[in-house]
C-alpha cells in the first residue's frame, strides 16, 4: 500500500484480555517502529525493528507488551492481560533507514485506539 | 537521557496572525530534527526536518524552522496562520547514527486557529 497500516483502528478490551495489534509498513521498509501515545502527550518510543530483528526494545513498559515482526514485513504489537493503564493510541512508523541510509524520515499509521474496561 | 520540551501546551490565534512555537532539545551531540502535525483524526505527518546544512528549514505549506545549535532549539514558524492549520504540532528528535533511529517527541502543542 501507500502508507502504513493499521488495524484494527478501534479496540476496546475488558481488563484481563489479551490484544494483537497489526501494522503493514510500507513495502520495502527495512526499520519499523511502535510507539505508545497517552491522551495528551507525546508518541513514546516501545520498540524497533530491523527487518525481523527486534533491535531495541526498552520501551516496552512491561513482559506483558510483546511485539513480533516475523517475516521482516507486517508487526504485531500483542498486549496480555490488558489493563486500564494501557488504554492509549498505539502508532506504527516504518522507515527506510539502515546503517548505509541514516538521514531518513519515519512515516506513521493512523494509529489503533485501545480502551481497556 | 534525551528530552525535548514544548513550551506552550494550547496556543490560540486569529486567522492571519503569525506563529512560532517553542521546541527544545537535552541532546548534546549530533542530532536530527523534525515537525510532524496531527489534524484531527489523521496520522501524524512530516512537516519539515533538519539532518545538517542550512539551519534554516522549509517545509511544507508555508512553515518553517530554524535551528540554534548554541540555543538547542528548533522553532517551528509560520508568517501568517489559516484555520486549516488547527491541529497539533510535535516536536521530535533522533540521535544522528544511532543504530535505533527511533524518535523522541516533545509533549505537543494544540493550535487552535480562530476564523
Known amino acids: 500500500g501507500a502508507g502504513v497500516s493499521q488495524s484494527p483502528r478501534y479496540k476496546v478490551a475488558k481488563r484481563g484480555q489479551d490484544v494483537a495489534l497489526r501494522c503493514d509498513p510500507i513495502s520495502g521498509h527495512v526499520s519499523l517502529f511502535w510507539y505508545q501515545q497517552a491522551l495528551g502527550q507525546g508518541p513514546e518510543f516501545l520498540t524497533y525493528f530491523q527487518n525481523e530483528a527486534q533491535l531495541d526494545k526498552s520501551g516496552l513498559p512491561s513482559d506483558r507488551f510483546f511485539a513480533e515482526r516475523p517475516e521482516g514485513s507486517v508487526s504485531t504489537l500483542k498486549i496480555q492481560r490488558t489493563q486500564q493503564e494501557d488504554s492509549a493510541v498505539y502508532l506504527c512508523?516504518?522507515?527506510?533507514?539502515?546503517?548505509?541510509?541514516?538521514?531518513?524520515?519515519?512515516?506513521f499509521g493512523q494509529g489503533t485506539r485501545l480502551t481497556v474496561v | 537521557a534525551q528530552s525535548v520540551s514544548q513550551h506552550n501546551h494550547h496556543v490560540i490565534l486569529s486567522e492571519a496572525a503569525s506563529l512560532e512555537l517553542g521546541c527544545n532539545y537535552s541532546?548534546?551531540?549530533?542530532?536530527?530534527l523534525f515537525w510532524y502535525v496531527q489534524y484531527p483524526g489523521q496520522h501524524l505527518q512530516l512537516l519539515l526536518k533538519?539532518?545538517?546544512?542550512?539551519?534554516l528549514v522549509k517545509g511544507i505549506k508555508g512553515f518553517e524552522a530554524e535551528f540554534i545549535k548554541s540555543k538547542f532549539s528548533f522553532n517551528l514558524r509560520k508568517p501568517s496562520v489559516q484555520w486549516s492549520d488547527t491541529a497539533e504540532y510535535f516536536c521530535?528528535?533522533?540521535?544522528?547514527?544511532?543504530?535505533?533511529?527511533?524518535?523522541?517527541f516533545g509533549k505537543g502543542t494544540k493550535l487552535s486557529v480562530k476564523p
Open positions: 521530535a528528535v533522533t540521535n544522528y547514527g544511532g543504530s535505533q533511529g527511533n524518535l523522541i
Open positions: 512508523a516504518s522507515s527506510s533507514r539502515s546503517r548505509d541510509r541514516l538521514n531518513t524520515e519515519a512515516f
Open positions: 533538519y539532518f545538517s546544512g542550512d539551519p
Open positions: 541532546y548534546g551531540g549530533t542530532v536530527n
